[in-house]
């Protein structure tokens, strides 16, 4: 007789029964590679086939088993041929419909038939019904044994993939338990019991085997212990490998800059205003780490118009200072322009070179720019991402100053301090990196996606700002807008009107704008307007933006091009047209452009009916709102921590079971844990990230 193999966790699932290589393949699209990622691979949701339901008492929504007998059934075309049958239990009517069936299907569901269904209940105004609903006809003796049918626990849902069933993921997860013995708890004792967290074979057998009579209310609300003790585990993991990351970006070799600050110190004579507190204490959080052996890595985050470009330059003037070179991305090519013009007014008079590294350079200047990169005489290069392309060579890059960071994710920051690394004979150099963002993130999220950075906060804005009043009017009150844009360019002040498409295509927006333009013209007569759009040459936009600042144009209509690098504190009015099609931080962005001098300002948000729930949510946020932490907090509400972090695009982030917005609260604890972790129980570090995260490898070693 061969003794079948000895299957432990560690042992691939093709050692189960019935995992051959197709389904082997497939299981591996779900990262499950052995028999133990099979018991941390969740159930999304649970099915309750334990109970009859009494069809009388359902809700809408509800997935639900039921027992009843055919009242009626029949053929009927509305839109399309369908079968309809009415089935009673007593305590009310369910419909059930089939769109696809057979003449067989159709015979047997005569008058008086018993039958067991199981689906989804939808309530109308006129009936409950099941859309193709899972059912069986009762045999007699199926009828006399009220347990038939019934399953013993509540039936877990897997994540599938395509070519992979639920009952086989069903099957394997069960497989798996039986091997949950021989699972270690990663967590060391003491959290487990600091934290009040079950058991993990407790937990685990209890998501994948739920007991009958478990509240399938709180497992759906993931309030259920045994799923706490999981998202708990997942976001330690996340955390401990972010952790991990940062402790190795500190081995790492940088450049300690010791300087005097003699660069920046002539700035801040040449600036018309003093810093505010905000802006010098995280000018000196920056300086501390820029004289660190190794590369700082820095997150800044500061509300639209809270000054971190100033801020941003003190950390290039320390680092040009020291001899090193600093490179500047910006997300587009319009705020690279803005960097690239504040920059050079504030560097020449030092005596310092700025270049723009633009893909609109024609083939002499971007010669001309990649030399002066190359050979050393540019100290500040900026430019948007092209500016880590293979043609651009710098002679000593120390900084990389990254601009509205919330564009990045961590393989996009770890890949960029990659490429500016200097390899000498002995080691690898690499540059210090400083990232700022827009994008408030609420602090405990701040330090949970971003925890393989340091971060600072500028929580003030420059003084004499008044709030900007923000109103919400429907596109049917246009004229009475138009008029009020008169009467704000008639007291000397001017407006931004700002056009939006939904329409990819520079070509299209620009044709809104001017068609915009024309109208508002005709309506405003006595007014002048500028346009400007992405279609048009940068001259022509700086020109057009020039006129406009000097106060020669009255209104500016322009598409969302404007959204950064705009400053026009005599611009006191902006209307936004179909605001509802704008994401919040845009819109809190773009209405930044305002609000910047000492005159009231305002913000009127026109929308096209009808509008979404959650366009409404999002543009009254924004009326009730000026603060950006706010704003930001609202946005992770009504879209999810994903979209707000780009997380879509670039894989990260992504759980199991876990969900930032809502296990929020735990993650205070999580931080707590991973400390302790780090500090007294660094042994199952490794293979705690391992379990949760299986490209884990892969940050670190970008
Ligand atoms: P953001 O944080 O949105 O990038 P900016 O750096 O563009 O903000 O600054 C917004 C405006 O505020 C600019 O016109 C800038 O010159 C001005 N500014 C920056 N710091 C101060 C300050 N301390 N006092 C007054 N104005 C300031
Ligand atoms: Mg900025």
Known sequence: MVTPPLISLFSPVTELKGVGPKMAENLEKLDIEKVQDLLFHLPLRYQDRTQFYEIGAVSHGQEVMVIGEVEHSEIVYRGRRMMICTISDGTGLLTLRFFHFSNAQQKALTRGTKVRCFGEVRIGKTSREMVHPEYKILTNSDSQNTQSGLA????????????????????????????????????????????????????????????????????????????????????????????????????????????????????????????????????????????????????????????????????????????????????????????????????????????????????AEKREALAATENGTSHLIIGTHALFQNDVNFQRLGLIIVDEQHRFGVHQRLSLREKGKTQTQQEDIYPHQLVMTATPIPRTLAMTTYADMDYSVIDELPPGRTPIKTVVISNSRRDEIVQRIDVVCNEGAQVYWVCTLIEESETLQAQNAEETTELLQQALPDLKIGLVHGRMKSAEKEAIMAEFKSGKLHLLVATTVIEVGVDVPNATLMIIENAERLGLAQLHQLRGRVGRGSKASSCVLMYQTPLSDNARKRLEALRNSNDGFEIARIDLEIRGPGEVFGTRQTGELQFRIANLMEDQMLLPKVQQAAKQMLEQYPENIESLIERWIKHAEDYASV
Do not use: C
Not at 263 to 284: C, G, H, M, S, W
Not at 300 to 327: M, N, P
């Open 152 to 363: 013993k626990a509540l039936t877990p849902i897997y994540p599938a993939t395509k070519g992979l069933q639920q009952r086989s993921l069903l099957r394997l997860a069960q497989a798996a338990l039986s091997h949950l013995n021989g699972l270690e708890d990663l967590i060391p004792q003491q959290i487990v019991a600091d934290n009040h967290l079950y058991d993990l074979n407790h937990a685990l057998q209890a998501l994948h085997q739920p007991v009958a009579g478990v509240s399938v209310a709180q497992l759906l609300a993931r309030n259920h212990p045994a799923q706490q003790r999981l998202i708990f585990e997942e976001l330690l993991a996340h955390q401990l490998s972010l952790r991990k990351l940062r402790e190795q970006q500190k081995q790492a070799n940088g450049i300690p800059f010791n300087t005097k600050s003699t660069y920046f110190n002539r700035l801040k004579d040449n600036l018309p205003f003093d810093l505010t507190n905000a802006q010098n204490r995280v000018i000196e959080e920056i300086d501390e780490d820029l004289q660190q052996t190794w590369p700082m890595s820095r997150l800044v985050q500061g509300d639209v118009g809270s000054g971190k470009t100033l801020v941003a330059a003190a950390a290039a003037l320390t680092a040009i200072e020291a001899g090193y070179q600093v490179a500047l991305m910006a997300p587009t090519e319009i705020l690279s322009e803005q960097h690239f013009k504040n920059f050079t007014d504030w560097l020449s008079p030092l005596g310092l070179n700025v270049t723009l590294l633009s893909g609109k350079l024609k083939v």
